[in-house]
């Protein structure tokens, strides 16, 4: 059997190298798919802003998981534990952020 030895070239346009600041992601998922979206909460803010979506296949979702997990685990290798200022849980998710979540309309 041949083996393929192509590389994938990626491509990183100016505009998209720039990135884009989150300090919030809200996970959701159906049987099919993981939505994640990437939000900007500012403090004394009424309204957050969703700065991006990423809709994903469960098993791109797991890869993503892996390599988060991995790329930590190197990061606190290197630079000491990263420690959470404040988690805030409920049962209507899990919120991760320096800020106070009220409930508002959609």
């Known amino acids: 059997m041949a083996e393929n030895n192509q590389q994938l070239q990626i491509e990183l346009k100016p505009e998209v190298a720039e990135g884009t600041?989150?300090?919030?992601?809200?996970?959701?998922?159906?049987?099919?798919?993981f939505v994640a979206d990437f939000v900007q909460m500012m403090p004394g803010m009424q309204k957050a802003q969703v700065r991006s979506r990423i809709i994903?296949?469960?098993e791109h979702a797991k890869r993503l998981l892996m390599a988060l997990q991995d790329?930590?685990?190197?990061?606190e290798k290197q630079f000491g534990p990263i420690r959470l200022t404040q988690v805030?849980?409920?049962n209507?998710?899990?919120t991760?952020?320096?800020?106070?979540i009220k409930q508002g309309e959609a």
Request: charged residues 10%; without cysteine.
């Open 21 to 33: 600041y989150s300090n919030l992601a809200i996970l959701t998922h159906s049987s099919s798919e």
């Open 56 to 58: 994903m296949a469960p």
């Open 71 to 75: 790329n930590v685990q190197k990061y």
């Open 88 to 90: 805030q849980q409920s």
């Open 92 to 94: 209507e998710g899990k």
């Open 96 to 100: 991760i952020a320096p800020f106070t």
